[in-house]
Structure formats: structure tokens, C-alpha cells
């Protein structure tokens, strides 16, 4: 067994998954940055929490259908993966737009925010210092470090589940390969 199956649970599972442990910190994290620095009324502000809890909800639904339609599962998961791209975007035009550093991936400060990713028992409550009490420069930069994480996790998701896909087949192809040996 691979580092990747370990992180994908049995359908039904999905408060297990990495990936979606992972989106909930960013959908928690992304409804606190957006009240402190994005007008509450504003059409941005809805967008960013609304793409932050699509990614969550999909991983969601993606892993409780699991048991039933791959394909299916393996396009909610591509929807979360798109999501989470769109509010990455976000983060990087609200620090273009304010002229403030996005920092490199190599930098003191991103190598500071990913360790953190090792933290047991890491949650929303091991970033907020960074979101709710940091300049706008140190949350946004924060907020790329956690969907860089959450989108390479979700990146390996999806490689596992297309091969699994190409190798099993989904429930169709297997129902399929039942009634034929029935058959015979």
C-alpha cells in the first residue's frame, strides 16, 4: 500500500481524508480572511467562501459516492480540485492588487507555514494566529501555502483514483463482467 491509499478512506469516510481535512482548514480559514480584509457585501467575498466550501463539499460527495459510481467520484473530486484552483487565484490577485509580496516557495516564511502541515491533530486553530492576527501580506501568503498543500493532495487523489478507475473499472464494467460470467 502506497502513501497515497492510506489517505483514501473507504467511501464514507471522507472526514478521514487528508485532502478534505485539509479544505476544511482552508474553507475555515478562508470565511475569517475574507470578513477581516474583504468587503462583507462585496461579490469577491461571496465568491472566495462560496469556491473555499465547494472544495470541501465535493471531496465530501466525491467520497460518499465512491462505493457507487467512480466516475462520478472521480469528477467531484476534479470539481473540488477546481474550485480550490479559482480561490488560489483569488489569494493571488488580492496580494497583486494590493501590491503586496507573494512569497516564494523556497522563502523562510512559506517554509514556516508548511511545516506546520506536520503538526498533530493540525487544524484551523494551528494557522489562526496567521489568519486572524497577522498583517493582510502574512494571511493571504498563508492562505496560497494551505491550497498549494490541499491541491497537491488532491492531485494525488486523483491519480490514484483514475487508476483505480483504469485498473477496476467502475460499477457499471463490474456489474457487467458479473452477468457475463453468470452467463456462462
Not at 498583517?135 to 498549494?148: F, G, K, R, S
Request: charged share 30%; with cysteine.
Amino acid at each position: 500500500m502506497n502513501d497515497v491509499t492510506k489517505i483514501i478512506p473507504p467511501h464514507g469516510g471522507y472526514q478521514k481524508l487528508k485532502s478534505y481535512q485539509m479544505a476544511e482548514i482552508v474553507y475555515d480559514a478562508t470565511v475569517k480572511f475574507c470578513d477581516r480584509f474583504i468587503d462583507k457585501h462585496s461579490r469577491t467575498h461571496d465568491q472566495m467562501v462560496q469556491a473555499a466550501r465547494s472544495g470541501k463539499q465535493n471531496i465530501a460527495e466525491g467520497s460518499m459516492v465512491s462505493g457507487t459510481s467512480k466516475k462520478l467520484e472521480l469528477k467531484l473530486i476534479g470539481v473540488a480540485r477546481s474550485s480550490l484552483e479559482e480561490l488560489l487565484n483569488d489569494y493571488k490577485d488580492f496580494l497583486r492588487q494590493r501590491n503586496l509580496l507573494l512569497w516564494g516557495k523556497s522563502s523562510r516564511k512559506t517554509e514556516e507555514i508548511r511545516s506546520l502541515a506536520y503538526a498533530t491533530n493540525r487544524s484551523y486553530k494551528t494557522y489562526r494566529t496567521y489568519i486572524e492576527e497577522s498583517p493582510a501580506e502574512v494571511a493571504a501568503n498563508t492562505m496560497v501555502c494551505l491550497l498549494h498543500q490541499t491541491n497537491y493532495l488532491l492531485d494525488q487523489q486523483l491519480r490514484q483514483l483514475e487508476q483505480q478507475f483504469l485498473k477496476e473499472g467502475g460499477i457499471t464494467e463490474r456489474l457487467y463482467q458479473a452477468r457475463s460470467k453468470a452467463k456462462k
